[in-house]
């Protein structure tokens, strides 16, 4: 099933994200705890910006972490054709301005991981974003409209 390998991509792309912000973060914690860190002046702020950077990459941990926890545990359901849009289905659209189509996958978490397979491009939205606010209760051949200007025809729920 196509969704269930978006999902297992999805999660290999936000681990690797993971591995990668706990690197940083150490990164930062050795930078800000360094001896060449330390405020000979009270203009040198070297030591509290390491700080404020792993104070940041440490949110995006725990966000990362927050995400792979969310889809791990997700069962995720098949729609019939002319079910409503909700969490778990995965929407073509069409421009109705340059036709060029448009598959996603409506996710808990994942937002914006692109993933390919088989020569199409899947991208993960979740229900926050405009365009996942925008599709929840629509059907197929339902028009939806973006704050961008965007129209898009739904043309397949599955």
């Known amino acids: ?4 390998h978006l999902i297992k991509n999805t999660l290999l792309v936000l681990k690797e994200e993971l591995e990668n912000a706990i690197a940083a973060a150490q990164q930062a914690h050795d930078g800000a705890t360094h001896e060449q860190s330390k405020a000979e002046t009270q203009y040198d702020t070297l030591g509290l910006e390491h700080a404020y950077l792993a104070q940041g990459q440490s949110r995006r941990i725990d966000e990362l972490i927050h995400s792979i926890s969310l889809l791990e545990n997700w069962k995720v359901i098949d ?5 409503e849009i909700y969490l778990g289905a ?6 109705v301005l340059n036709n060029q189509c448009l598959t996603v996958l409506l996710a808990p978490a994942g937002g914006g991981v692109v993933i390919k397979l088989e020569e199409k491009e899947y991208q993960m939205i979740t229900p926050q974003t405009p365009l996942g606010q925008s599709l929840i209760g629509l059907t197929i051949d339902e028009t939806l409209s973006l ?5 898009y025809q739904i043309v397949d729920v599955c």
Do not use: C, P, Q
């Not at 099933?1 to 269930?4: A, F, G, V």
């Not at 995965?90 to 421009?95: P, R, S, W």
């Not at 704050?147 to 129209?151: A, K, M, P, T, V």
């Open 79 to 83: 729609f019939a054709y002319d079910d």
């Open 90 to 95: 995965m929407v073509t659209l069409k421009g």
């Open 1 to 4: 099933m196509i969704k269930d």
């Open 147 to 151: 704050n961008n200007g965007l129209l």
